[in-house]
């Protein structure tokens, strides 16, 4: 069974701040981790994934996320907040068989104060 | 990248019907996709994996008979909420991965159905 931890439902930041999301796996089988972003009353969009390569993940709008496996860990960072940054974020888990589907974590929303 | 289309993406319904919630893979094949269900202010709940061809494996609390799916073509699966209630109210979301690719999963961008 998987499952993902996001520790911290809220988090708040001041603009130009470090952005530091949390997200913990629970997996049996080498895990796939992403992120989400998704802004109010519209779908997901991908921020980011591991997929076994490199541990340290870069992706869209300046995220980036480091896989430790020691640590069970994926946490997503931004060295700069920006205000368009204020969303839900979502950490996913699935196993790397196909056809089988993301498990989230239950979302931490980002504030971003001027 | 690949690209989920869903529709409708908005619809309020009356309490006691059925609406038919379609989700398509644009411009690949998928032989799985997985439905989704967003209450507010919370996270993604997978409600069952639609599989081109058989019946849909249904996550536990989730009464089949009430959210019908049917995948009949690679390209198509559709979401039927029966009988719907005033607390089936939420945003449902499908994705599709490419086949053998489990990394390669796509959303669509969601229906929201209001039940009055």
């Known amino acids: 069974a998987q499952s993902v931890t996001q520790l911290g439902s809220h988090v708040s930041v001041s603009e130009g701040a470090l952005v530091l999301l ?35 993940v870069k992706g869209i709008n300046g995220f980036e996320a480091e896989f430790k496996k020691s640590e069970t860990s994926f946490h997503l960072t931004k060295p700069s907040a920006h205000m368009s940054d204020a969303a839900e974020y979502f950490c996913a888990v699935s196993s790397n068989q196909a056809g089988t589907a993301l498990i989230f974590g239950k979302g931490t929303t980002l504030s971003v104060s001027s | 990248g690949a690209v989920v289309s869903q529709h409708p993406s908005r619809v309020i319904c009356k309490s006691g019907t059925s609406v ?27 409600m069952a994996t639609s599989n081109e061809g058989s019946k849909a494996t249904y996550e536990q609390g989730v009464e089949k008979d009430k959210f ?4 009949a073509s690679l390209t198509l699966s559709t979401l039927t909420v029966t009988s719907a209630h005033p607390e089936d109210s939420s945003f449902y979301i499908c994705s599709a991965p490419i086949s053998g690719r489990a990394h390669e999963q796509y959303f669509g961008p969601g229906t929201r159905l209001t039940v009055t």
């Open chain 2, 68 to 71: 019908l799916i049917n995948h």
């Open chain 2, 20 to 46: 038919k919630i379609e989700c398509r893979s644009l411009d690949f094949q998928a032989t799985t996709m997985f439905w989704y269900r967003q209450f507010p202010k919370q996270s993604l709940m997978l």
């Open chain 1, 22 to 56: 949390r997200c913990n796996y629970s997996s049996s089988v080498p895990p796939y981790l992403f992120w989400y972003v998704q802004y109010p009353n519209q779908g997901l969009q991908l921020l980011l994934k591991y997929t076994s390569a490199a541990t340290l």
